[in-house]
């Protein structure tokens, strides 16, 4: 049984910034990529960040490009993601998801509030 679990949310202002952590424990033999979505109130859930886990490559959405870094630790089985020069758009419940041996998982997600 895997399980994804979020760490790090919280409120900050505009200009700010959070970093977010996704733990995965359980049967992990075959990751191949860790990914964070966020969904807004009202909005679908998006895509923000993706890192495959067996040579570290990434993918942003053009919307975070240059203010998030995603970023893994593969000994810990830990994925983060440095989020700054945060913006007020960026309030959402961020979700870290991953495919492992052909089965989706979803973390319960974490609320990032940006708020003057």
């Known amino acids: 049984q895997v399980q994804l679990v979020e760490s790090g949310g919280g409120s900050v202002q505009p200009g700010g910034s959070l970093r977010l952590s996704c733990a995965a424990s359980?049967?992990?033999?075959?990751?191949?990529?860790m990914n964070w979505f966020r969904q807004a109130p009202g909005q679908e859930r998006k895509l923000v960040a993706r890192i495959r886990w067996s040579d570290g490559n990434t993918y942003y959405a053009d919307s975070v490009k240059g203010r998030f870094t995603v970023s893994r630790d593969n000994a810990k089985n830990t994925v983060s993601l440095q989020m700054n020069s945060l913006k007020p758009e960026d309030t959402s419940v961020y979700y870290c998801?991953?495919?492992?041996?052909?089965?989706?998982?979803w973390g319960k997600g974490t609320l990032v509030t940006v708020s003057s």
């Open positions: 359980g049967s992990l033999s075959s990751i191949y990529a």
């Open positions: 998801y991953a495919v492992i041996g052909g089965s989706q998982y």
